[in-house]
C-alpha cells in the first residue's frame, strides 16, 4: 500500500518560513520523482516544486529564489523549504509521487499565510 504523508503545514505571518515533509512508503523512493503542488480555493492545482531521481529541481516562476525542495532518499522523504511567504502561498500543499505512469498523491497540508 502506497502512502504519502505530508507534514509541516500551519500558520505563518508574511515573511516568514515554514518546512514542509512528506513520508513516502510503499515504493521504490529513489526511483521516483518527487513533487510539490499546491490548490488555493477557486484555483487549479499547481506545480510548485519537483526533483527527480538525479537530484534535478525545477520551480515554478512564482516560487523561484524563494522555495527549495530536497529529498533524503535514506528516509524516503521530501522536502520543501518556503522562505519569504507570501498571502499568496496560502494553499493546500500536496505532496506527489511519479513513475513513468504511476503517480501517488499525499493528502495534502494547509498553508496559511496571514497577518
Known amino acids: 500500500q502506497v502512502q504519502l504523508v505530508e507534514s509541516g503545514g500551519g500558520l505563518v505571518q508574511p515573511g516568514g518560513s515554514l518546512r514542509l515533509s512528506c513520508a513516502a512508503s510503499?515504493?521504490?523512493?529513489?526511483?521516483?520523482?518527487m513533487g510539490w503542488y499546491r490548490q488555493a480555493p477557486g484555483k487549479q492545482r499547481e506545480l510548485v516544486a519537483r526533483?527527480?531521481?538525479?537530484?534535478?529541481?525545477n520551480y515554478a516562476d512564482s516560487v523561484q529564489g524563494r522555495f527549495t525542495i530536497s529529498r533524503d532518499n535514506a528516509k524516503n522523504s521530501v522536502y520543501l523549504q518556503m522562505d519569504g511567504l507570501k498571502p499568496e502561498d496560502t494553499a493546500v500543499y500536496y505532496c506527489?509521487?511519479?513513475?513513468?505512469?504511476?503517480?501517488?498523491w499525499g493528502q495534502g497540508t494547509q498553508v496559511t499565510v496571514s497577518s
Open positions: 506527489n509521487a511519479q513513475f513513468v505512469g504511476q503517480g501517488y
Open positions: 510503499g515504493i521504490r523512493f529513489a526511483i521516483y520523482t
Open positions: 526533483i527527480d531521481s538525479g537530484g534535478r529541481t
